[in-house]
């Protein structure tokens, strides 16, 4: 095992080579962690990977499908190997598809399973000992988990329905881990919000102007927000929507 350079906080994030991940990553990066990231493009993964470490912290890169359990539980493994300490775990990867409700195929909803809560479950299986490990030798910050919800997972949203669902599970599994680890030190934060100015968005351009979306910052701004409080304060959900007149949807 290679340690992580001495007084060096280290995270993971998944779904980091665009879009929020990649801002939370780069966010980490400036404020000092070693990291790794992951996604499955990796061409791309590299390319997000290089410009992070312009920080001049450790970057490890692992290309892995979040669909897939042998490469979520390959990811945690090197996170280890790597950095031997988990401060923050950012689960950000995620899918979505929107349709009505009737016209979803199961196919679609077990994707969306797959990858916003299934592997969510199993990394957390695999992290959480790393995690717990890493709170013992800091009692005073603890280590935390960031979860990408969405706001869907909280309100119905129409034609939305296995994305909310697993948005939801997901908001669920942060609450276990709260009450399952907070003691020790590990805290869970799922941030659930409306629509971000990112790829998985541009579906809705045409209705939404992308200018009156949450920003990726205001999302960053959040998640490192909730990396620098003390182990006595538990966040389980940050919900947030945009303005107007109908504030509970995305
Ligand atoms: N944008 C929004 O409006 C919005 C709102 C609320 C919540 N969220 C949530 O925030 C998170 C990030 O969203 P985003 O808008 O930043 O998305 P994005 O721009 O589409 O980026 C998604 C990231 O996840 C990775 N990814 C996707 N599928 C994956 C898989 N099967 N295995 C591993 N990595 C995978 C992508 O890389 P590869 O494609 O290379 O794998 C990419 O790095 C998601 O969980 C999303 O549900 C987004």
């Known amino acids: 095992m ?7 906080r280290a995270a993971l994030v998944t779904g980091a080579s665009r ?29 997000s990977a290089g410009a992070l470490a312009d920080a001049g912290g450790r970057v490890h890169r692992v290309p892995a499908d979040m669909a897939v359990e042998d490469d979520v539980r390959r990811l945690a493994a090197e996170h280890a190997q790597h950095h031997g300490r988990l401060d923050v775990l950012v689960i950000g990867a995620g ?9 979803t195929t199961t196919k679609r909803y077990d994707l969306q399973f797959a990858v916003n809560v299934r592997a969510p479950f199993v990394l957390l299986q695999h992290s959480l000992p790393l995690l717990r490990k890493t709170a013992a030798a800091d009692p005073e910050r603890g280590s935390k988990v960031i979860a990408l919800s969405s706001i869907t997972g909280v309100a119905a949203e129409p034609d939305l329905a296995a994305y909310g669902a697993a948005k939801a599970a997901l908001i669920s599994l942060c609450r276990s ?3 399952e680890a907070s003691a020790q030190g590990v805290c869970a934060t799922a941030i659930c919000p409306g629509y971000v100015d990112t790829d998985m968005s541009a579906h809705v351009r045409d209705r939404i102007d992308p200018s009156r979306m949450i920003r990726i910052e205001d999302v960053v701004e959040l998640a490192l927000s909730v990396t620098r409080l003390s182990a006595c304060a538990v966040v389980p959900e940050i ?8 504030l509970w949807r995305a």
């Open 95 to 103: 899918v979505g598809s929107a349709g009505a409700l009737e016209q």
């Open 2 to 8: 290679t340690p992580t350079h001495v007084g060096r």
């Open 177 to 179: 881990v709260n009450s």
């Open 239 to 246: 919900v947030v929507t945009r303005p107007g007149d109908q």
């Open 19 to 47: 879009g929020i991940g990649l801002g939370i990553a780069r966010g980490l990066a400036d404020a000092g962690y070693d990291l790794t990231v992951s996604a499955r493009d990796a061409a791309r993964l590299e390319k």
